[in-house]
C-alpha cells in the first residue's frame, strides 16, 4: 500500500512542482543605449526587479486593454530653463507598433503623456500619420514648432487642464501629474505616427518630462526632439533644439480593437443625446435644381431599432435648419428623406448633419478611418453635454434622388410580388371615336332638323379625323397626339407621307371606317369607359348645342317685341313651342319604340317559353 | 402607356369645356348682344308709336278745327 501511494504521488504531484520550478526563474535584459543618461534626475534601481515598481502600477487607473510602455518606471527630466509669460514647449516622438502587439490596430487607446503636469497652462496633444520613410525634422512657426515631412493628421485633442474625473468628463483626464488622453481614433500597426505634445507654463514653471531608458513600443527608433520657445523679453526670444536618443515616458493601454479601416463605436446614450459631424453641401449633376437628400446609416441596437431625429443644418452659428426627418423606429439602418426637394446650395457650403437620440439604449455606429491633412472627417458625440469626440468618418451614405426614399421594409412577408406583365403600347384612336361622336351628333342634327350646316359640317369633321388617325397609324404614329408632335418635329415628312398616291389614300379611307367600325366594336366589348366616354361627347354637344339655338330663338323673339312686331313675336314663341314640343314628341316616340319592342320581346319570350313547356309535355307523354 | 381611362379623362374635359366653359361664355356673349338689340329697337318702337299717336291727334284735331 505505502508503495502505491507513494507512485501515485510520484504520478500526480510531482510533474506539477517541475514544471513550475522551470518558470520560477525570470530574466530581464535591459539595453540602455542613451547618451544622456547620466543626467536622469532619478535612477531606478534594477537591482531587484521583484521588488521595483514597474511602470503599470504608475498608471491611475490600471491598464485594461493590451498596455504598452517602458516595463520600468520612467525618470523625470527637468529643462534647466525658467519659464516667462509667453513660452512654448513641442515636444516630439516618433512611433511604430507592430503586428504582435496589436494585431491589426487599435480604435481606442489611452495615451498618458510624458509632460509633468506641474506648472502646464494648457496641453494640446496631435497624432501625425507619416506617408513615407523619408524622416522628419521639426522647424519654426511663430513661436512654435511643427514636423516637416510627407504627414496627414489623425487626432487633435485639446486636453481640459482642469478635469481631473476619470469616468465622467471629458476623455482626458489629470491625474498626479500625468496626464491621461482617451483617443478614439484608428491607430495601425506598422504604421510610422509622430506623437506631439504642445505645452504652455504658467510663470515661472520648469518644464519637466517623463524619459524611459527603453525602446517603449520595440520598434528601434528612438527619435525624440523638443524645442522650447522662451520669450524672456519682446526682443530676446529663446529658442532651444533638443533632439534626445530615448524615448519620452509614454505608454499606451489599447482597449478597442480595428478592423481594416472599419470599426465599431458602442456608446449608452441618453434621450437628448447626439452624434454630429460637419460635410460639405452636396454638388448636383447639371440637369436637374432639386433633389431629395437622403441619409442612410446603419446601426445596431439589442432590439434592432432606434428612436431618432435625423436634422441637416447649414454649419453657421445659427444651425439654420435645411431638412429633418424623425421616427420612433428606425430598423437596422436610419433611412432619413427630405419631406420636399431641396433647392442646390440650400445648405450652403459647409453642413452639419445631426442625430439625436430620443431614447435611453446603447447603440453602435460604423466608423471609417480617413485621414487627411485638415483633419475633417471626425465626429462627435455629445452626450449629457459633453462632447466625445471620434476621429474617424461616421459610416453613412448621402445620396440625392428625384423622388422620395423611405425604408423599406426587411420583413420577408411585405416584399413586393411580381411586377404585372403588361402589353405593348397600343395605339390611341382617339382621333376615330371623335370622329365617330362627330358623324353621330352631325347625323342627329341632320335628322331633327336641328342645323343641317352645322349637322353636315360635323359629320365632314368626324370622317376627316377618322382619316387623319388612320394616316397617323400608317406613318408610324401611335395617333393623333404623336402625328401632332410628329407634324412640329417632321412637317415635310409627314406631308409627304400624306400625300403618297391617291389610290392608296383612297385605300386607307377605306381601311380607316373598317379599322373604326372594328374598333368600335372591340371597344365596346373591351372597354367600358370609352363606351361612356363616347357619350359624353355628343351628350356635351347637345348640352351646348340646344341652349344656344334656344337662346338664339328666345332673343329674337325678344327683339321681335322690342321691335314692336307682334306677330313676328307670336311666329318665334311659335317655333321655340314646335322644338320643345317635337323633342318632347321625339322621347315618346323613342319610348313607345322601346317599349313595343319590349313587349314583342316578351311576346316571343311567352311563345318561346310555351312551346317549350309544350314539348316537355309532349316528350313526357311519349314516356309515359 | 395610353388606356380607356385617359380616354375617358379626355372626354370629361371635352364636356367639362363645352358645358361649363364654352356654353356660359357663349350664353353671356348672346345675352350681351341681346339686350344691346332690346335697348337699341325699344325707343325707336316708342319714338314710332309716339309719332303715331301724335299722327292721330292732329288729323282728330284738324278734322274738328275743319268743321
Redesign the interface.
Known sequence: MPIVAVALVCMFILPGYVQAAEYVDKTIDMEIDSENQDNYDEVVNLGDPSTAATNPDTWTPSPRGIWLGASTEESLFSLNDILYDNNTLDLFHEVKFNSTQIMNGASITIIRSPVNMEGVESLRFSLYRLLDDSGWSIFEVGDSHLITGAYEYVARVDVNISDTSITGGEDTWIQGDRCYIELHAPIYSGVNYVLHWRVTYDIDARPSIYLSSQDVANDNITNTRAALVNEVEPDNIVIRNYSWAVEPGVSYDMINGLGNSLYAESVYVHAGDYLTWEASDPDYPDDEWDYYHTLMMPFVTDDHTLNATVRYTMANTNETLVWQDSRTEWLDYILACSEAPIEFGSGGRYTRVNITFNEDVRVNFMFVDTPDYYLDDMATFVLSGIAHTIYARPWASYQLSLGDIVPPSVNPYDWPGLLEV?EN??Q?W?GT?IGIAMVIVGAAAIATGIGIPLGAALVVGGVSMMILEDIAHRSGY??LPDLVAGVFSNAIDAIWDALQGVGEFLRSVGEGIWDAITWFVD?VI?????L???L??P???L??FY??QY??K??SF??A????DLRGAGREANGIIRDSSKAVRTTIRMASKVDRRVKVAHKAYSKWQKNREATRDDGEGDKR | ????????D???W??DF??KF??PI??GI??I??IY??FT??P??LN??VWKQADEFQKAMRGRGGR
Open positions: 403588361q403600347q397600343k390611341t382617339y371615336i401611335r395617333g371597344a373591351e372597354f367600358g369607359a370609352y361612356i366616354g363616347m359624353l361627347i351628350i356635351a354637344m348640352i351646348f341652349p344656344v337662346q338664339l328666345l332673343w325678344a327683339w317685341m322690342a321691335d314692336g | 402607356m395610353t388606356t380607356a381611362t385617359d380616354f375617358l379626355l372626354s370629361l371635352i364636356f363645352m358645358v364654352l356654353l357663349v350664353s348672346l345675352a348682344i341681346g338689340g332690346v329697337r325699344i325707336k318702337t314710332k308709336w
